[in-house]
Each structure stands twice: as structure tokens, then as C-alpha cells.
């Protein structure tokens, strides 16, 4: 079977690579990170992802015009994105990610679980 | 001839016989007439005549003790007034007539004598014995006259020697006795050229018989002083018109003709320093003044260099009979040290000085100058003031005159004058210029001064009032009355205020008054009248100031008008001040909000960033750490917890700080967009402003603080009524004049129109602003729906480029006291806080709109 490629968008290299270890280590996940913002849409092309997860807080392009990119771009809108952020914290992670303004958030302190879990569920 | 005395009579005779022939003869000849007295000796006789009473002696010279002429002599100076007719034999008829040579009156020989021929003897002798005596007292009477006149009186011969001569003259010549002048001429008395001359006139009076009757001339005394004569010359003749030779008076007039001389001097000095303009014309007229007059030859003015501190001679005068080019060198050349010289000595004592010998200026190229040229004799005074001497006049003379202290005092006098000329000559200077000075301070004073007399004409007015007459000069005035200048009536009411001053004597201070101009305009004057006093304090008119105060009345209006502005400014800056400092109170408490957010958003990113490494590295771990260690799971349990607790207070400082703390609800915007304008309602009417509301209906909510943003609201609808309000109606378009009505029903044009509308969409990515600082995560992106209100003004815009600063603190195009500066900036930060925009742009059909946007509420 086909490993579910996951696209990591953060500028923390150190967590996306934790991130990494941790996902690539719990199940059959190809993990790719891309540690700038402005290159997320043309890696997020390249890599074709099953599931992206885009930080909110960068510098020059940030999660949320990421967001829009991939919105407007004909060929990733259809990939679900979570936003990991650490703007949310422990207590508002929910299964599957916090709804808000039509975007899934999950926590960065969210345990491995539920990270998996919200893994699950937004992979079509 | 019987009522007269008889005649008594002395005879003096030895022999008896003829004692009583004599008596007989005396009966014969009329007894009763005489009376005969007889002795026989001279020294009986004489006793007898010291005894008085005896009226003629009858003498026979050979007495017992005395004899001859000699008899005769002892008689005669014993009793010389007493007539004596001498006895003579016929023998000694010789010595008779030697006794009557010596005074006797007649002489008879004895016995050729009858009575008839002794009577009348007798009679002949005593009565001329009367007529000699009458004529020796006359002649002594004249002889004292002349003696004692003051007056020369002489007698010359042909030749013109003295032979007659009084008292005085004989003084004037120097000499004690007649005899040494007897016989003299004026070749004896005189320097040759005076002599010449008088002798000349004396044989003219003597040859031709003209008298010469007080002619004036220059003479010398003695000492070789000049005196002046007075002299009259009358020719001696004798019966048949034979010059005998003259008779001469002259009289000294040299005090008279001094004093003639000063006074001339004196008046002339007197009249030159009147008329003289300045003292530099005034010296030359003074110099040649006092040298024609007292007859001196060279007048020199010295006058103190201050430079050199010397005298110099600044002005010479030479008679024009004399002049020499050597002593005009010579002044040149000299100049004198204080104590040097005359003009210094002069200078140092401050004393005016007679110098009769000059050889003591022989020192200096002037000193001998002046002995060169003959000049014998010099005076010198001083001018000057109490502060010292300035200037020494110095005269000089060729001839030797008459000096005296009273000259000396006179020319002391002179200089004073001199000096006193000086000092009126610079007060009259000081005063024309203060009168100058005065004059064209009065005349470039824009007030109108006046001076009138009693009758109300104007005696001197200044150019301002000649401008206001319109007339050329003041002088044009002069004589003029108001009658000739203003309306009957307005004249009228200035001469009775002016006779009211004239009859009461007090002054018009400051008195404002209304009058019409000639062309009928209004105006405000402020005048001044004061009684103007003679010297003897009597009112002969009056001088007057008259100022127009129109304008400072004007400005005065105006000045309270703009107190009573500032008054109210005062009060609407000090209620704007109130606004200014509960805005400012709020935006204090908002930025610090903002500010916490933002900090506590950016802490809990960066802390939670690595929290979220370290767990993930222990999520890691905790899959590979090994079995044997039993502590090592519980370890990172232990880690593990210890992230989720950190996770925890990150999360609740958060919630503190979040602008989530407002009192945030779903609202629905246009509700609050009509309560704010319910709220600046007042503001709309007071200024005529229409409101235009263009809602959109089923707009979806918005998550906000409800009083947060109706204070938003409020602050953009009066920002635009300002804008309104400061925008001149000129530059509107007509159609922004609506039809209103007010309670009078009049139409009346209204400042403009606020127009608000309200519309949901959807954003898309051209209309995103991105605040890169900004970690809040919360901002409107493209897709976002929103709802979206306009507020239009029409105002006349902003300036483009103040458009980027229209939410910078303290900013404001309003004028002071209008608006704070800061209700944009709180505005702006409100809608921050809600995740809301604002944006200002001018619109292009004028005015400006303002756009604010909120997220819409999908919950």
C-alpha cells in the first residue's frame, strides 16, 4: 500500500524534523518538510501530498497566505490542510482539529495521538 | 551938592601960616563942605589915617621928619585908597610931580592957588581917586574870574607870542610863574606838527579877523598824551583896525570826548552783536568797530585752538590807513601757550590789560611785528564764561592815548558781552532747532493740532490739517475758522465747546465725539482743548489736538467681538481638552491591550514552539528508550506533564491578555450604525447636515463589542460633520443645497449630506493587508466574508498626501480646539482589536469615504 505523504510547512526546523521521527515511526507515512513559506506551494505541487500541515506563524509568507494559495491553485485546493499552530493550545485540540473560519487547527503540543488522529481523519 | 557929607581932610603941614591961609581959602571956597584937620609932623599924620574916616590928604612934603618924595610914598602906602594932593613949593615942583607918577592925584605950588582952583582941586582928586579905585577892583575882580575858570584863556601878539595868560593855562604849560611863559609861542609848547598847526590858525584869526569859534581838536598834554580841545580864537584890533593879535580860549573835553568815544564804541559793539547772525560775521564788524571809534590802529581776535590748546589770531582788523603785510605774517606764524605772550597773559589772569610799552612782546615774531609797524600801546580783554576764557581781543595803537581803569572795566564789559552773545547765539540755536524739531514733530503727528485765537481763527495749524482741509500748507489756514471749512452746523457746535473753554478756562481732555463727514460717514474723534495763556496769564485763545479714532473705534468693536470669540473658543477648547483626555485615556488602555496581546500571542508562539519540539522529541523517545531502565517511561511521563502544564499557563496568560476579553457578541452591524447616528443627531441638525441611510438588509452578524465600535461610529460621523463643516460652501456644487425647512419656513441650504451604507462580501486577495508584525493570527484574509460599511461624506477631502498619516496619534487637519487628534487612531485600534479595518481615501466626485470592515460571524 501506497505511504499517505504528509507535507510539513513550518519554519522550525527542529520540530518539523521531531514531527518527522515521530509520524515516520508510527505508521506508513511519507513525511516531507518544507521549512519556508513561500516555497510550500511548488514543493506542495512536486510532493502532491495527501494531507498538508502548515504553521500559521512565519516570517515573509505566513499559514494563512499559504492557505490561500493552495485555495486558488486548481490542482491542491482539494488537499486538506491543518493548521499546527502553537497559537492553540493543549485545552482547544479536539479530535479531528479545532474548526475555525472553515480550517482545521491543531495544537503543536497536541500529543502524537491526537496528531495521528486528526492524520486519520482528514486524509480522504 | 549941600546934602552931602563934608568933605574931610587931612592936612599935614609944619608951618602955621600956611595952616591958616589954607583954612581961610577952604572958608572962601564953601566952609561948610569941608572940614580941616591939621598936624605938623608924618607921624602925627599917619596916626591920624590909621584912624579912619579921613577923605583926602593935603601933603606938604617937607615935614620935620620926613622930606621930599619919600613923604609922599609913607602916606600913600599907608592909606593907598585915600586921594593925596601934594603941597609944593615953586622949587621942588619936579618931586611934585614924580608923587603924582606915583600915585598921588595932584599936585598945587603954594601960593598960586587960589580958593575957587582948591576947591575944585580937591573935588577932581577925590572923585578920580574913586574911578581908579572902581577900576583896580574891576580888573581884580576879572583877573580872579579868568585865574579860577577851568578854561584855557591866553592873549597872543601878531607874532603870535603869549603876553596875556590865566591860571589854567599857565598850569597846562607846566609852569608856576607868569614869566616863564611870557613871550612865548606854540613852538615852545607843542611837537612841531600840532604847532605848525595851531600856529597856523592864529595867524589866520589874526590876519583875516574871522574869529574861530569851538572848533573840536586833538591836541597833546605835557606828557605826550593825546587830549582832545575844544578851542575858540577871536582876533584883537585896536581903533583903527591894526591886528593887536588874539585872544584864545580852549578847553579841555578829553573825559567828555572819551566817553563819547565808549558810548559810540559801546552802542556800535552793541548794534554789531544785534544784528550779527553768527559769531564769525559778528567779530570782523566787532574788531573794525571798536578800532574806528577809539581810533585804535590793528584789532585782533585770539581764540583758543582746542587741538593744540594754544591762542591763535583768528580775525584781524587794520584801519585802512594802516597795514602792513609783515604783522599779517606775524599773526599767522605766532601762536601762544596760557601765560604766553599778551593774548596768554591775558588768557591765564582771565583780566582785561593796558600794555603802554611793548617791549616786552619782543619775544615773539608778533611782538616785534608789532614794534616794527610802530605801534606803541595795546589793550587786551578776555571772553569768555565762567568755564573759562575762549577767546582775547587785542587792540593796537600807534599813538599813545589816555588810559584809565574805567576803559579797562569798559572792555571787560565788551567781552562779557561778546560773550553773552556767544551764549545767545547757542541758546537761540538750541531753541530754533527745538522749534524745528517741534515743528516737524507736530507736523508728522497724524493728529490735528490747531492754535486759535479768542475769535476762533486759526493762528498756526499743522500739515495734518492742512491735509485734512485739503489745502496746500498750513499757512493756508492761518486766519481761517471752522465756518470756512465745515458744515454750518458742525462749526457752530466747535465754537461754542471752544468758547466754553476761553470763558471757563478749563481744558476738553479725551472727549469722543461723533461727527459726519463731507461724505456723510460717520467718525469717531477724540479731542483735546486747552486754554492758551499770555504771559500775564490771560486767555488769548486756544491750542487744540484732534485725532480721528474711527478706526480704533472700529478695531475696539472688533477686539470685543474677537474677546467674546476667544471666550467662546476658550470654552469649546476646554471641553475638546475634557474629550482629548478621555480619548487619550482610552487609547492608553486599548494600546496597552493591544500591546499585552501582542506579547503575550508572541511569547506563547516562540515558548510554545520549542515545548512542542521537546514533546514531540519525547513522544520519540518514549517509542525507542529501553525496557531495562523502569524509571525511564515514567521520566518522560514525568516530561511530558511537565510541557502540558507549561502549555497550560502560556494558555491562561493568553486568555488575559486577548482582545477575546472584550465584551465580544454576534451583533448586527446596522443596529448599531442607527443607534450611533441616534447619537450624533444633535450635531447633524445643529449643522443642517442630511443623512443618507443606504442599510443592506440580512447582513450576516458580526463578532464585536458593542459599545467599542458605536464609539467607533461615532467618532467617523462627526470626523465627517467636521469635514463638512470646514469646507466652504463656495466650492460646492449647487446640488448639495437642499431644500430644509426651519421654524421661519425658509428654505435654507444645508452644509451637506452624510450618506451610510452597509454591504456583505466576500474579500478577495487584492483588498488583504498583511501586518507581518502581527502574531496574533487573527486578520482578514482573501475569501473571508465580511461586512462592509461606507460613510460618505462632502466635504472637500483630504490632501492626498495626509492621507497616510490620518491614524497617527494627534493628527488632525481640524483647527485647534475642533478635534483632539486622536479619534482615528482610537478607532483604528478598536477595529484592530475586533479584527476589523478602516480605510480613508477621497472620493472622486469630492468628499471622503470612509470604508470599515468586520469578519463576518459564520458561528
Given at each position: 500500500m501506497e505511504k499517505k505523504r504528509i507535507l510539513v510547512v513550518d519554519d522550525d526546523r527542529s520540530f518539523s524534523r521531531m514531527l518527522k521521527l515521530n509520524l515516520e515511526s508510527a505508521g506508513a507515512y511519507d513525511i516531507r518538510i518544507e521549512n519556508a513559506g513561500a516555497r510550500a506551494v511548488a514543493t506542495a505541487r512536486e510532493f502532491r501530498p495527501h494531507l498538508i500541515f502548515l504553521d500559521v506563524i512565519m516570517p515573509e509568507v505566513d499559514g494563512g497566505d499559504v492557505a490561500a494559495q493552495l485555495k486558488e491553485d486548481a490542482e491542491l485546493k482539494e488537499i486538506p490542510v491543518v493548521f499546527l499552530t502553537a497559537l492553540v493550545s493543549g485545552q482547544e485540540n479536539v479530535v479531528g482539529g479545532l474548526i475555525r473560519s472553515g480550517y482545521r487547527f491543531i495544537g503543536k503540543l497536541a500529543s502524537e495521538k491526537e496528531i495521528l488522529q486528526c492524520i486519520e481523519e482528514n486524509i480522504r | 551938592m549941600t546934602t552931602e557929607k563934608p568933605i574931610r581932610i587931612l592936612h599935614i603941614e609944619d608951618n602955621p601960616g600956611e595952616v591958616v591961609l589954607m583954612q581961610a581959602m577952604l572958608k572962601e571956597a564953601g566952609a561948610d563942605r569941608f572940614e580941616l584937620e591939621s598936624v605938623e609932623r608924618l607921624s602925627k599924620g599917619l596916626e591920624r589915617l590909621a584912624s579912619g574916616g579921613v577923605d583926602l590928604v593935603m601933603l606938604d612934603l617937607g615935614l620935620p621928619d620926613s622930606h621930599g618924595l619919600d613923604t609922599f610914598i609913607k602916606v600913600h602906602t599907608q592909606s593907598p585908597q585915600v586921594p593925596i594932593i601934594v603941597l609944593s613949593s615953586v622949587d621942588d615942583e619936579s618931586v611934585a610931580i614924580k608923587t603924582v607918577h606915583e600915585g598921588a592925584q595932584d599936585y598945587v605950588v603954594k601960593g598960586q592957588i587960589d580958593a575957587h582952583l582948591l576947591r575944585r582941586t580937591i573935588h577932581y582928586a577925590i572923585e578920580r581917586k574913586r574911578a581908579e579905585q572902581a577900576l583896580a577892583e574891576q580888573h581884580k575882580l576879572l583877573r580872579t574870574l579868568i585865574d579860577n575858570l577851568p578854561d584855557l584863556i591866553y592873549a597872543k601878539d601878531p607874532q603870535g607870542r603869549l603876553f596875556l595868560n590865566n591860571t589854567a593855562h599857565l598850569r597846562f604849560l607846566g609852569a608856576t610863574k607868569r614869566e616863564e611863559v611870557l613871550g612865548k609861542t606854540v613852538y615852545d609848547c607843542f611837537p612841531k606838527e600840532i604847532a605848525d598847526a595851531f600856529f597856523a590858525d592864529e595867524q589866520r584869526v589874526i590876519h583875516s579877523g574871522e574869529p574861530l569859534v569851538n572848533r573840536e581838536e586833538a591836541s597833546v598834554d605835557r606828557a605826550g598824551r593825546r587830549i582832545w580841545v575844544l578851542t575858540t580864537k577871536v582876533p584883537l584890533h585896536d581903533e583903527t583896525g591894526k591886528p593887536l593879535g588874539l585872544v584864545g580860549i580852549t578847553r579841555d573835553i578829553t573825559t567828555r570826548k572819551q566817553i563819547e568815544q565808549r558810548q559810540n564804541m559801546h552802542s556800535g559793539v552793541t548794534r554789531v552783536l544785534a544784528e550779527a547772525g553768527s559769531l564769525e560775521k559778528a567779530i570782523p564788524k566787532v574788531l573794525e568797530c571798536v578800532c574806528e571809534t577809539m581810533e585804535w590802529d590793528v584789532g585782533q581776535m585770539w581764540s583758543l585752538d582746542s587741538k593744540t590748546n594754544r591762542m591763535v589770531c583768528v580775525n584781524s582788523y587794520s584801519v585802512p590807513a594802516f597795514g602792513t603785510a609783515e604783522l599779517d605774517n606775524a599773526r599767522c606764524q605766532t601762536s601762544f601757550a596760557s601765560g604766553e605772550g599778551l593774548p596768554g597773559r591775558v588768557w591765564a589772569a582771565n583780566q582785561a590789560a593796558w600794555v603802554a610799552d611793548l617791549a616786552a612782546e619782543a619775544g615773539s615774531p608778533w611782538g616785534t611785528a608789532i614794534i616794527r609797524a610802530g605801534l606803541r600801546q595795546c589793550m587786551a580783554f578776555p571772553i569768555g564764561d565762567h568755564s573759562g576764557v575762549l577767546s582775547v581781543m587785542v587792540f593796537l595803537s600807534r599813538t599813545m592815548g589816555v588810559m584809565d581803569e574805567s576803559l579797562l572795566a569798559l572792555m571787560q564789559d565788551i567781552g562779557r558781552q561778546i560773550d553773552q552773545f556767544v551764549q545767545r547765539k547757542n541758546a537761540e540755536d538750541a531753541l530754533g532747532e527745538e522749534r524745528n524739531l517741534l515743528r516737524s514733530l507736530i507736523d508728522s503727528l497724524p493728529v490735528h493740532i490747531y492754535v486759535k485765537d479768542k475769535e476762533g481763527r486759526f493762528i498756526v495749524v499743522n500739515e495734518e490739517v492742512a491735509r485734512f482741509f485739503h489745502v496746500k500748507s498750513p499757512a493756508d489756514v492761518a486766519g481761517k475758522t471752522d465756518f470756512d471749512f465745515f458744515s454750518r452746523e458742525l462749526a457752530e457746535s466747535f465754537r461754542a465747546e471752544e468758547q466754553a473753554v476761553l470763558c471757563s478756562g478749563e481744558s476738553i481732555v479725551n472727549r469722543e465725539a461723533r461727527v459726519t463727514d463731507e461724505r456723510g460717514k460717520d467718525r469717531w474723534i477724540l479731542t483735546v482743548k486747552v486754554p492758551f495763556r499770555d504771559s500775564r496769564g490771560n486767555i488769548v485763545g486756544l491750542v487744540g489736538a484732534t485725532r480721528d479714532i474711527t478706526e480704533s473705534k472700529e478695531a475696539e468693536e472688533q477686539l470685543r467681538k474677537a474677546n467674546a470669540e476667544l471666550e467662546r473658543s476658550k470654552e469649546e477648547l476646554q471641553l475638546s481638552n475634557e474629550q482629548l483626555k478621555a480619548a487619550h485615556l482610552l487609547l492608553f488602555e486599548a494600546e496597552k491591550h493591544h500591546a499585552i496581546g501582542r506579547l503575550a500571542a508572541g511569547v506563547a508562539h516562540e515558548v510554545k514552539n520549542p515545548l512542542a519540539t521537546i514533546l514531540m522529541g519525547i513522544s520519540y523517545l518514549s517509542k525507542t528508550v529501553s525496557a531495562a531502565d523502569s524509571n525511564a517511561a515514567s521520566v518522560l511521563d514525568e516530561m511530558r506533564h511537565a510541557i502540558k502544564r507549561a502549555d497550560t499557563i502560556i494558555a491562561e496568560l493568553l486568555e488575559f491578555s486577548?482582545?477575546?476579553?472584550?465584551?465580544?457578541k454576534s451583533e448586527d452591524l446596522n443596529a448599531i450604525i442607527t443607534r450611533s447616528l441616534g447619537l450624533v443627531k444633535h450635531e447633524l441638525d445643529k449643522h443642517h447636515i442630511l443623512v443618507e441611510q443606504k442599510l443592506g438588509e440580512n447582513l450576516p452578524p458580526v463578532q464585536v463589542d458593542r459599545n467599542k465600535i458605536e464609539e467607533v461610529f461615532v467618532n467617523v460621523f462627526t470626523n465627517a460633520v467636521h469635514a463638512m463643516l470646514s469646507g466652504s460652501a463656495g466650492k460646492w456644487s449647487p446640488t448639495t443645497f437642499v431644500r430644509v425647512f426651519t421654524t421661519a419656513d425658509h428654505p435654507i441650504p444645508s452644509s451637506g449630506m452624510l450618506t451610510v451604507r452597509t454591504y456583505a462580501k466576500m474579500l478577495d486577495s487584492s483588498e488583504v493587508r498583511h501586518d507581518a508584525g502581527d502574531r496574533s493570527g487573527v486578520r482578514l484574509r482573501a475569501g473571508d466574508a465580511v461586512v462592509v460599511t461606507e460613510v460618505d461624506d462632502t466635504g472637500h477631502g483630504i490632501p492626498e498626501d495626509n492621507l497616510p498619516r490620518v491614524f497617527d496619534p494627534f493628527f488632525t487637519t481640524k483647527p485647534t480646539g475642533v478635534g483632539t487628534g486622536l479619534g482615528l487612531t482610537v478607532v483604528k485600534k478598536i477595529l484592530e482589536m475586533h479584527s476589523g479595518t478602516i480605510e480613508l481615501a477621497n472620493r472622486p466626485e469630492g468628499g471622503v469615504r470612509v470604508t470599515i470592515m468586520f469578519k463576518a460571524d459564520r458561528r
Open positions: - | 486577548s482582545p477575546t476579553r472584550m465584551d465580544s
